[in-house]
């Protein structure tokens, strides 16, 4: 959900008894979008994206299960990336889209892979900023948390901190401390602020859920074949001092997908929020040069 923005047009589509909200922004042009991410944020992680984006382009958003005004499901079954694309694909038709310009970030860069590699038909082009997708290793630090993350510890520092257990005790402690990594810049406090109120929309046991189920999640081989057959236009944002995610990844991603790559110098994980200055003309140029306008 937006905050402050008065949407064009808004619905909800069901997806095995759950609610998923879904909103436009502007009413003509091309067909962009915005998918969520991890559901730790709401769609209001886009507000320096819709209000530019919207001026030229009809402009699709939904909160993915979790957050916003979507359900919120503790079942792990309802998660996941191909849930997700599936909820893609649902929103598109119900907002009356043949099809669209589709960007994610993080792990909503999986997002739009698998729908770029999965719906070829529903996907113009596809940018990818920071996306989380399994094709090279993680952050050792951040690898080393994942690996005790059932395990109760004596101490939680730094990536300790990612821990089932630390989530449901300290919740507004690893809120604080993973906001801080996505947002690495000197001068972030107002962004990780509004993203640990967003975080606080959601429950851990919610976040716990999300990892979703092996069945329902691509593997890095499932990632490396939606990479090789993404046919439409693509393009890589990544910035070289992302906490969460490594430039690896995007390099990867953009070598076997065949897209551009762009490298964002001191940029952290979200440089769609942190500078959206330099991030939206990219965005509206490639839209613009790729995209297509559709009959709805």
Known sequence: ??????PSSQGTVMRDGYRVRWETFGSSGQSVLLLPTWSIVHT????????????RFRVITFDGLGNGGSDRPVDPTAYGDLPVVRDAVAVLDAAGAAGAAVVGVSR???WALALAALHPARVDAAIFIAANVPLAPAHPERAAGAATFEQRLDSHVGWERWNRHYWLEHYDDFLGFFFGQC????????HISHFVEMGRQTTPEVLLATAGTPENNLTPDDAARCARAVSCASLVIHGDEDAITPLARGTELARLSGAQLVVMPGSGHEPQCRIPEVVNPMLVDFISRHGRTRAR
Do not use: I, N
Request: charge should be negative; proline fraction near 7%.
């Open 1 to 6: 959900m937006l905050v402050g923005m008065t």
């Open 44 to 55: 209001d992680f886009w507000r320096a994206q819709v209000p530019e984006l919207a001026q």
């Open 108 to 110: 909503g860069g999986a």
């Open 183 to 190: 947002f690495t810049e000197p001068d972030s406090e107002s």
